[in-house]
């Protein structure tokens, strides 16, 4: 794989990593394709708008979105690209009132979000204290990946985010046996494992390397997932009630969302517990 070339000189204010609906143009009810499914009521080509989106860039049913068979909205998660892209990278300029930036704005879109998904992830791994040996490589990655959100949609474009994301996996795969060295017992490995369905109820999975496995529809209720490195979990429908994710490892607001826990569900302090979660 050929490397990139060097990122813009000029250093960017780090971006917000949080979505900020109000800054964006839409961009995921645009840029992104969706199949009719169980998280979404209709087909829509990628560059099509949703029929439910309005002219000034606000979602119809927002409200109604889980009632209405819209599910998969209420999980997807940009990490911040899409104000990022809006407001920086083309400095405002909404594909309504300027038709020409509507095709550059959908093709850096999804790189964007995964270049703030990669910063939401160091910036985890930057604030766990059993990372100190491969902080100074994060910190590293992190200058270069925040520089890469300031570039011009062009670049942009021709970035090999691939590369830049393998580079950055290692770090974090680093970070995670450091981490979770720090639980007791032997640690399960089910990184990619199929557990679709799979009755967990109530199982240690403390320090387990759950990265990429599929927990969809999985009973994880009162499970420990403390330490746990939830990197690319699938938790769609996962029962979570009565789980303990706090100290889990790279866990995202997108995974909390895609679940279903409870007020009984342990969750780390900087998450927010999704509202649709019922009571105990």
């Not at 070339?5 to 800054?23: I, K």
């Not at 491969?134 to 925040?146: C, N």
């Not at 490995?189 to 390397?209: E, F, K, P, Q, S």
């Not at 996962?238 to 790279?250: K, M, Q, S």
Request: proline share 6%; aromatic share 6%.
């Amino acid at each position: 794989m050929s490397a990139n070339p060097a990122p813009p000189a000029a250093t960017p204010a780090t971006p917000d990593l949080h979505a900020d609906c109000s800054n964006c143009f839409a961009l995921c009810c645009v840029a992104l394709p969706f199949a009719k499914s169980h998280d979404f009521a209709v087909n829509k080509a990628a560059g099509t708008p949703c029929t439910n989106l309005q002219q000034d860039f606000r979602c119809g049913i927002h409200t109604q979105l889980r009632d209405k068979g819209f599910q998969g909205c209420t999980v997807f998660d940009c990490f911040g690209a899409g104000q990022q892209v809006s407001q920086v990278t083309f400095a405002g300029r909404d594909w309504r009132t300027h038709p020409g930036t509507a095709g550059p704005m959908y093709e850096v879109f999804p790189v964007m979000r995964q270049l703030h998904e990669l910063l939401f992830y160091v910036t985890e791994a930057l604030a766990l204290p059993a990372a100190a040996p491969v902080q100074a490589e994060l910190r590293r990655v992190l200058a270069e990946t925040t520089q890469w959100t300031g570039a011009d949609a062009d670049a942009l474009a021709a970035l090999d985010v691939g590369a830049l994301r393998q580079k950055i996996n290692t770090l974090l795969l680093k970070t995670s046996e450091l981490v979770r060295a720090k639980a007791p017992g032997r640690k399960k490995n089910h990184r990619g494992a199929d557990l679709m369905g799979a009755r967990l109820a109530g199982a240690d999975l403390r320090g387990a390397n759950l990265r990429g496995a599929y927990l969809i529809a999985a009973d994880l209720s009162g499970a420990d997932l403390r330490l746990a490195d939830l990197i690319g979990a699938d938790f769609r429908d996962a029962d979570l009630r009565g789980a303990d994710l706090r100290d889990a490892v790279f866990l995202t607001q997108a995974q909390l969302n895609a679940g279903r826990g409870d007020a009984t569900t342990k969750i780390p302090a900087t998450l927010t517990r999704p509202a649709h979660w019922s009571a105990p």
